[in-house]
Every structure is written in C-alpha cells, then in structure tokens.
C-alpha cells in the first residue's frame, strides 16, 4: 500500500506565501509524475501543478508565475511553493502520485486559507 501525507496547509494573508509537502510512504512503485489539486467549497477538484519523472512541470493558469512545484525522488517528497496567494486560492489541496503502471494514490489533503 502506498500512502501520501500532505502538510504545510493554514491560514494566511492575501500577498502571502506557504509551502505544501507531500511525502510518500509504503510498497513504492516507481513513480511516473506527481501533482497538486485543489479543490475549493463548492468546486470541482482541479489539477494546478505536476511534476513528471523527467521533472518536466506543467501549471494551471490561475497559479502560472505564483506557484512552484518541485520533488525530491531521494525522499520521496513533493512540494508546492506558494507565493502571492489570493482568497481565490483558498480550498483543499491534495497530492497525487501515479505510478509508472497508471495507478493513482491520493493524499487526505491539506486546507489552505486566505484571507483577504
């Protein structure tokens, strides 16, 4: 079994910064890309970073030029910078792993809060 542990959420100002973690432990499989979703009250979860093998990342618009993900494969650890953040920003973050096989494992997630 493979499980994902998110942490870094809170509450925060608008202008601020936070940075997730998301560290993956149990049977690992090789790992073919990581990402961060979020899912906001009321909101569909969507896909706003990932990070591939090759560390090749791909961005979501709304957070392009504010968030940074990067992965540290020696310790099987994600992570999401977060920079700028606005009330829009607020919602549920989760971390998502898929194997080189096409499997999804999935965090709890993390709440972020933004005041304004």
């Known amino acids: 079994q493979v499980q994902l542990v998110e942490s870094g959420g809170g509450l925060v100002q608008a202008g601020g910064a936070l940075r997730l973690s998301c560290a993956v432990s149990g049977n690992i499989i090789p790992i073919r890309s990581m990402g961060w979703h979020r899912q906001a009250p009321g909101k569909q979860r969507e896909l706003i970073a990932n990070i591939a093998r090759d560390t090749t990342t791909t961005y979501a618009d709304s957070v392009k030029g504010r968030f940074v993900i990067s992965a540290d494969n020696a310790r099987n650890t994600a992570f999401l910078q977060m920079s700028r953040l606005q009330p829009e920003d607020t919602a549920t973050y989760y971390c998502?792993?898929?194997?080189?096989?096409?499997?999804?494992?999935w965090g709890k997630g993390t709440l972020v809060t933004v005041s304004s």
């Open positions: 998502n792993s898929r194997s080189v096989y096409g499997l999804d494992y």
